[in-house]
């Protein structure tokens, strides 16, 4: 999903509003909207409902989420999490968000409800969340990497969704971060389809990997190596990924994590070791998040790498 493409807009300016009067907030904002003109001017747009949780100081995650709708269109909830030391406050503003997706079209248009909590009221807010949920539609939540991933909120609302999608492993971060992913995903259990924008950010290095692979006569690939020093979260997976796909093609490589490789290396048949083709390609954070949103169910050759990602780590530990 580019950044570019048609404009979205409030269709009428933020309001706060008391958090039990959010509801009733909502439904007068959309008889305004009807009485301001045709009443098939406006189209109320709503396919599931979007939890965001970021850190208070987060400013572009409203911007964010307005972006979404112009492909996903959903009930979208940005909870602000502020201080857990400050006295208690619970602070919301509704809208929804437009666009028009060609001329003299009706608008489109999505939900938008922003939380701010601090102190104490972060301990009840999962009841609020659960409470504007709407019925019947899925519930996707969506977890800053700045926010402790063993919050209860975590573990609590995570539990209610059908997709929990994290941002825990990003591209600097040590392999030792997957070891936080994989607790979160034990203890979320069945309940939800859990990932990380990592994976998605990977998307550019397995593509690259399959045209050199489908392109470049040389001998099998027989092994792969990664250097113990410093091993990152995502060159573990980008090499347990080729792994896992070099034998689904009936390959038999064996990642292994040794002190002597510099990069992710693969041996070759003949004795040869070659470094693995890159690319690294920049993506907008929602164009990551939109693409994990076209994904309901559990990625088969996601969880495999994930499950090979899992027993490197503890061979090693």
Known sequence: MSETGPAVYALADPCEVDVAAIER?????????AKGGDTESVTRATAFNLVYVAPAADDNAGNLLARLTLAHPSRSILLRMGDPAAPPTQTAWVTAYCHQPAPNAPQICSEFISLEVTGSGLHHIASTLLSLMLPGLPIVLIWDAAVDSAHPLLLQFGHSANRVITDLIRPASSAAALREFFSLRQLLGRDAVCSDLCWT??????????????STSRPPIRGLRLPASGLSAADLLFACWI?????????????????????????????????????????AMTDLISAELRVWGRDPVMESTLNLARARLERRA
Do not use: K, M
């Open 25 to 33: 907030e909502l439904e007068t904002l959309w008889r305004d909207a």
């Open 201 to 214: 950010r990977l998307q550019p290095r397995r593509v690259a990997f399959v045209r050199w692979y489908e």
């Open 243 to 283: 792994e896992t796909t070099l034998h689904h093609h009936g390959g038999s490589p064996v990642c292994e994590i040794v002190a002597d490789a510099n990069t992710t290396e693969l041996l070759l048949a003949d004795g040869r070791v070659q470094a693995a083709p890159e690319a690294q390609v920049e993506r």
